[in-house]
């Protein structure tokens, strides 16, 4: 599987798609900065204390990496599959799920990384900030920070198992534009906020979790349909 792995890695030249991550999380600081200067002041400040700055983060991050997450599978398996490139590789002398398992497997990776990557760079960023500036009056504390870490892992990893529910609707008619606009829809489901910036849909964690679920077990089945439907 590692050697599988590593033939997708090179065959799609993937040093670009961490340079488009690259760019994205510029993009995210450059964003995060402007909403910090345009809000400032504000009774519903977005950076009001260490709590609300993270889930402010963690949602650019998560709606930023699902939607690349969307664009990987749309590259990987669905432009494969329309090129028909797809039945080339099917001919290899290997089990046909573990191609498409290889390739699922580095897009879960890849987005729950640089998920997880943004929320650990951009705390890190405010942190330094706010020693300097102290614009949020709090401080925090190491067990909170713990506490913070983990909350944020989950919820990288639970993202990057929803990023796969787009191949469901992609894989129907193997559309790419399906993919891109499932992805997106689902970014507006579960990035959108609750009485404002404080409380999102991903702080219900039954929410979070469920997607998550469904996404691993949409991959599943996709894998399980390669010698019939998928195939054909």
């Known amino acids: 599987m590692l050697k599988l792995i590593q033939l997708e890695l090179r065959k799609h ?9 690259a760019i ?4 995210i600081l450059l964003f995060l900065i402007m909403i910090g200067l345009v809000d400032y002041g504000a009774e519903d400040y977005s950076f009001l ?10 949602t650019i991050a998560r709606a930023t990496f699902i939607i690349f997450g969307g664009a990987l599978i749309s590259k990987l398996i669905i432009s494969e599959y329309r090129n028909k490139t797809m039945n080339v590789m099917f001919t290899y002398p290997i089990k046909r799920h573990k191609i498409i398992a290889a390739k699922l497997i580095i897009i879960f990776l890849f987005t729950f990384f640089n998920i997880l ?7 890190t960023i405010l942190l330094t900030t706010n020693h300097f500036y102290s614009f949020i009056p709090d401080a925090l504390t190491v067990n909170e920070a713990l506490t913070l870490l983990v ?10 198992a929803m990023a796969l529910i787009p191949l469901l609707f992609g ?11 499932s992805s997106i829809f689902l970014v507006f489901v579960v990035c959108s ?8 849909i991903n702080s219900i964690i039954v929410i979070p979790l469920t997607l998550g679920a469904i996404g ?8 399980i349909g390669l010698e019939t439907k998928d195939v054909n």
């Open 13 to 21: 030249r993937f040093a670009g798609y961490i340079g488009g991550a």
């Open 24 to 27: 994205a999380n510029i993009v």
């Open 49 to 58: 204390n260490y709590p609300v700055s993270f889930i402010l983060i963690d």
């Open 117 to 123: 990557f943004t929320d650990l760079l951009m705390g």
């Open 151 to 160: 909350k944020y892992t989950i919820s990288s990893l639970s993202a990057a």
């Open 171 to 181: 894989m129907r008619k193997h559309s790419a534009t399906a993919t891109l606009v």
């Open 193 to 200: 906020g609750i009485n404002g910036p404080s409380v999102s």
């Open 216 to 223: 691993l077990w949409i991959a599943s089945m996709s894998m």
